[in-house]
């Protein structure tokens, strides 16, 4: 089984400009949820998808975030403008709904954005 | 709401010795647990996991934890350490009251010296 894939592993951009990460979940998983870390901080949480509807967006930190996920299947999230605190590790998990046959989260390697 | 609080930020342990790293949680409802690790410049790996059944559970890597629901832990242990186990340790919750997703402690460094 294919684990939870996100692009890129890295990005470097200048502030002002927008950058986009992918998250492509576990096949059949309906629950999709976006995480960063910055500087080294605690993992919070950004927001939670439900197949294409979200569920929970109460972590977004401003309205220069978009997350999107079309068709219920991969996710994306974009910032424009980016900000320098920005920076960070931003982290896609996808799950089961709780209950019956719930069996965790599956987190993707992360994607370490960089604004300079 | 839920919470959780790693009660060490760093460990450093020699090699071959116990290590314990402590989690603490609040919730009012039932909930889920669970351990990852994240090696240096790696992702989030999921380590043991409590959603039911024995409070004892066992995961990879020879790391085990064991939830106390009267005391709201859920304490991670490992009776010998090696070099390879230097990494960030994440306890997180999650549950009904939340609406499924995770809530994460701070972290704590482990640093296993020679």
């Known amino acids: 089984e294919a684990g939870v894939t996100q692009f890129p592993s890295h990005s470097v951009i200048e502030k002002g400009q927008t950058v986009t990460l992918r998250c492509d979940p576990i096949?059949?998983?309906?629950?999709l949820y976006w995480y960063r870390r910055v500087m080294g901080k605690e993992i919070k949480f950004l927001l939670h998808?439900?197949?294409?509807?979200?569920?929970?967006e109460s972590g977004m930190p401003n309205n220069r975030f978009l997350a999107e996920r079309t068709g219920g299947t991969y996710s994306t999230l974009k910032v424009q403008p980016a900000e320098l605190e920005d920076s960070g590790v931003y982290f896609c998990a996808s799950s089961q709904d709780l209950g019956i046959g719930f069996e965790g989260y599956t987190f993707g390697s992360g994607t370490r954005l960089t604004v300079v | 709401a839920q919470s959780v609080t790693q009660l060490d930020s760093q460990v450093p342990v020699f090699e071959e010795a116990p290590v314990e790293l402590r989690c603490n949680y609040s919730?009012?409802?039932?909930?889920?647990l669970f351990w990852y690790v994240q090696y240096p410049n790696q992702g989030l790996q999921l380590l043991l996991k409590y959603l039911s059944g024995s409070t004892l559970v066992k995961g990879i890597n020879g790391f085990e934890a064991e939830f106390n629901k009267s005391q709201t832990s859920f304490h991670l242990r490992k009776p010998s350490v090696h070099i390879s186990d230097t990494a960030e340790y994440f306890c997180?919750?999650?549950?009904?009251?939340?609406?499924?997703?995770?809530?994460f402690g701070g972290g704590t460094r482990v640093l296993v010296k020679p």
């Open positions: 998808f439900v197949k294409e509807s979200k569920q929970d």
């Open positions: 096949s059949g998983h309906d629950n």
């Open positions: 919730s009012s409802v039932s909930v889920y």
């Open positions: 997180a919750v999650s549950g009904w009251a939340a609406g499924n997703k995770l809530t």
